[in-house]
């Protein structure tokens, strides 16, 4: 009686996250559920949640509420997956009567089995398991994001013990992906028209390293060798994992963008020490120098965290000097969240929320100078540029550099005297800038 029946997703939290939600679309799709994706028409509404920070459990709880509305109308099932659901199953079934279904992060496979089994039995359903248990690589995918562009997840879970991270414990070990699995992804992405694959794992450097060798730039050189990918981007490799041979592969392969998602959290030795990172200072100091010799024009993102527990003025100094000295291209900025399960969360030296948001502050103020001015000085080059759309109030086409992660990074505004199509990748020339966004049009050289 489910056949037919249409279901509709949200999905939230990161890229990762975004895989798992395509996996279970290519399941339902090849069980004979039809997709929407207009929640007032569908039948089943599948939230895939996330429970990494305070600010994303509030989203994937908000959202939960805002979908049970639809049941007023043709829905007659609400699902809970994901990471919130894996964390909270317990409390979701107590405060969140909505919910019908809540599926784990190990479990997402089997939700064409549960939907069957909730219409059979007429009964609320909870799948939530170990989160070591693997899902396998075979199964079917439909991809949400545009034609040219996709996200390969190569590894899941995480080996890190970072004090103030959930994730282990809601997605398990670090498991690597069989390399030939991973390819044959890709292979299937490319002859469907992708052009640009996005890596992605919890720490996607450390690939391999579950069977004690570091594989990531192997993988590398093979998918390079696929027809039809012209763009590999990695994002979330952790500075520990970051070896010689993989900064070698990143400088050699003409396919693999110069671009480098790389997570610090903080400089100061201190507070390093106090989040379970491995890394310090001078080590930080020294890859960064490393990486910009051996690669030039290399763009670096990172992600920092502030109002730590025992984060002092001077600790918060060093990064603030830091920013200011070493220029990153791109960087984000979290305040501490204290996360129950974890050891930070009953430091000693909690830092007043107040006092976080305001350190926060300055460093971004910091960074959007540091980002204007070295959008000024793209101002005459040329960069590589991938089409996604045209601006009807700016006429100009709109598109993202080789240097710029999808809904993370800034925007390219093209203009164009000839026609460019959503995908088209297109050397242009920068005329101007802003913060954190580039003004170019096409290229006439060559």
């Known amino acids: 009686m489910n056949k037919q029946k249409k279901i509709g997703f949200v999905s939230l939290g990161c890229a990762k996250n975004l895989t798992d939600t395509e996996t279970m679309l290519g399941i339902l799709d090849n069980a004979g559920y039809a997709i929407t994706a207009d929640p007032a028409d569908a039948e ?89 248990r693997l899902v396998s690589d075979s199964l079917p995918r439909i991809r949400s994001t545009p034609r040219y562009s996709a996200y390969l997840k190569i590894a899941d879970g995480c080996d890190n013990h970072c004090t ?47 069977s004690g ?32 041979g ?26 390093l020490k106090r989040m379970g990172r491995r890394s310090r200072n001078e080590e930080i100091k020294e890859l960064i120098n490393k990486l910009r010799s051996a690669i030039p024009g290399l763009v670096i993102r990172t992600s920092l965290i502030v109002g730590f527990p025992g984060e002092t003025e001077e600790d918060f100094e060093t990064l603030l000097s830091f920013i200011g000295e070493y220029r990153l291209n791109k960087v984000g900025v979290f305040t501490y969240s204290p996360e129950e399960g974890t050891p930070a969360c009953s430091y000693d030296g909690q830092i007043d929320e107040e006092i976080a948001v305001q350190r926060r502050s300055r460093i971004m103020e ?51 005297e000839d026609e460019l199509e959503a995908g088209q990748i297109v050397a242009a020339v920068v005329i101007d800038y802003d913060e954190y966004d580039v003004i170019c049009k096409i290229s006439t050289k060559g």
């Open 164 to 210: 103030y991270c959930i994730i282990p414990q809601l997605r398990g070990k670090f498991h690597s992906r069989d390399e030939e699995s991973i390819l044959a992804e890709a292979r299937a992405m490319a002859a469907e028209g992708v052009k640009e694959l996005i890596l992605v794992a919890q720490d996607t450097a450390y690939y391999g390293m579950d």
């Open 246 to 271: 993989l900064v070698e592969e990143i400088a050699s392969n003409p396919k693999v963008v110069k671009y480098l998602d790389m997570p610090l959290q903080h400089v100061s030795d201190n507070v």
């Open 44 to 132: 089943i509404i599948v939230v895939n949640t996330c429970g990494f920070i305070d600010s994303a459990k509030e989203e994937s709880i908000n959202t939960l509420l805002e979908m049970a509305q639809y049941k007023e109308g043709k829905c007659e099932l609400l699902v809970a997956a994901g990471c919130l659901a894996q964390r909270y199953s317990g409390e979701i079934e107590e405060q969140l009567p909505e919910v019908d279904i809540i599926i784990g992060t190990s479990d997402y496979g089997s939700i064409a089995a549960i939907l069957d089994e909730y219409y059979n039995k007429g009964e609320k359903q909870t799948l939530v398991g170990d989160p070591n």
């Open 366 to 416: 910091l960074q959007r100078d540091v980002s204007s001015a070295l959008n000024a000085q793209a101002v005459g080059s040329t960069i590589s540029v991938i089409i996604e759309g045209y601006d009807e109030d700016e006429f100009c086409y709109v598109g993202r550099s080789s240097t710029d992660t999808p809904e993370v990074d800034g925007i390219a505004y093209v203009y164009s």
């Open 213 to 244: 060798t570091h594989r990531l730039p192997g993988l590398l050189r093979s998918l390079s060798e696929i027809d039809g990918i012209e763009w590999i981007r990695l994002q979330y490799c952790y500075p520990e994992n970051i070896t010689d």
